[in-house]
């Protein structure tokens, strides 16, 4: 074939390709006219070229859904599915970055059944995995409530030198999601034994953590959070206040105290969302004055000045925390308090929203 007429097919097929991304970037991209764009391109005597076709798969995975493609993850599913049936003898041959890129957006597009299908045509062809490969599938097995068929393969199947954290914490969240975080903690002691790449960061403690709070296990949650400061891990603001939270939901005030002293020692100072956790806790139980007494301000006595040490200090007052207080003095018969407490903040020109209050506040 003469180089300039080469050139000018290929040019062809490209044009097809970017007029598919144009529409993706305009969201004007609707599933039949991705479908009359995509099978022209494979019509052209010479195809793109394998990596520009993995930027469009990519580029629908991380579409967001519109009212033109409301999926665009199962849209790049199909695309390949019309690629593997053209039936022509020159297809673009897909490599193990088009299979993790497909494998995800089963994932994506809540067909996980087809992820496993991939991952079993890409066994055929011989292709080198790596571990985005199996983290993926990891997602789709876990997806169809396969998880032990994913440990499975992660602790038998898998090259010993490939998993990474996610590959154990895809399986963690399995776990824990669906009530069986015992069998997640397990299988954190073992990544804790591997060592090396296998070592539990902050977010596999987390998960583990979060799931032991959701099946109202909070001694084990405790344990496993004392047990993450002994391993030389930092908790992360997050881990900190999901914590907090739990702990204020429960109503293990006493836990609160140790958990806010190690975010403090560790440089992690509490925000609006930990005030607020607490405060409500504490609101709760009647027990205003703990407040300031856990947060080792020795300066204040009581909850209002708390508060009133929050606005100071340029903590962000949301709707939540301000009808916390309120509340808290009302279910406890404090009105006159209650009154002067949302006198005080109309002083400061901080006012409740009378939609979301109950009616005994509104009628202040």
């Known amino acids: 074939m003469p180089p300039s007429f080469s050139s000018s097919v290929s040019s062809c097929a490209n044009e097809l390709l970017n007029e598919l991304h144009d529409h993706l970037g305009f969201r004007t991209l609707r599933p039949e006219l991705a479908h009359q764009l995509f099978d022209e391109m494979l019509r052209q005597p010479v195809p793109v070229s394998v990596r520009a076709l993995n930027d469009l798969f990519v580029a629908l995975a991380r579409a967001p859904p519109s009212t033109i493609c409301t999926d665009g993850p199962a849209l790049a599913i199909d695309l390949f599915n019309r690629m593997a049936q053209a039936g022509r003898r020159q297809v673009i041959a897909p490599t193990i970055i088009t299979y993790n890129i497909l494998i995800d957006c089963c994932h994506r597009a809540c067909r996980p059944d087809l992820g496993h299908a991939f991952f079993g045509r890409l066994l055929k062809t011989g292709i080198t995995m790596s571990v985005i490969t199996y983290n993926s599938l990891f997602m789709c097995l876990c997806d169809m409530r396969r998880t032990k068929e994913a440990l499975n393969m992660l602790l038998h199947r898998m090259p010993d030198d490939l998993p990474n954290v996610i590959s154990y914490s895809v399986i963690l969240k399995s776990f824990s999601d669906s009530g069986r975080s015992q069998l997640a903690l397990d299988l954190l002691q073992m990544m804790a034994k591997k060592g090396a790449d296998h070592s539990p960061d902050v977010m596999s403690y987390n998960i583990v953590i979060d799931g032991f709070f959701k099946e109202g ?77 856990l947060l080792q301000m020795g300066r204040m006595d009581d909850a209002m000045e708390k508060f009133s040490e929050m606005i100071d200090m340029g903590v962000p007052v949301d709707t939540e925390v301000y009808m916390c207080m309120v509340e808290g003095y009302f279910n406890h018969g404090d009105s006159m308090k209650a009154k002067e407490f949302i006198t005080r903040m109309k002083n400061r020109d901080i006012h409740h929203r009378p939609r979301k209050a109950s009616t005994r506040i509104r009628e202040v």
Request: glycine fraction near 6%.
């Open 217 to 293: 296990e909070v001694s084990k949650a405790c344990d496993l959070f004392q047990e993450m400061i002994r391993q030389g891990i930092v908790p992360t603001k997050v881990t900190y206040i999901s914590i907090i939270n739990a702990l204020c939901k429960a109503r293990a005030m006493d836990k609160v105290e140790v958990v806010l002293r190690s975010m403090v020692h560790n440089g992690v100072q509490p925000d609006a969302v930990t005030y607020s956790s607490m405060i409500q806790g504490y609101s709760t139980l009647g027990q205003l004055k703990e407040v300031a007494r």
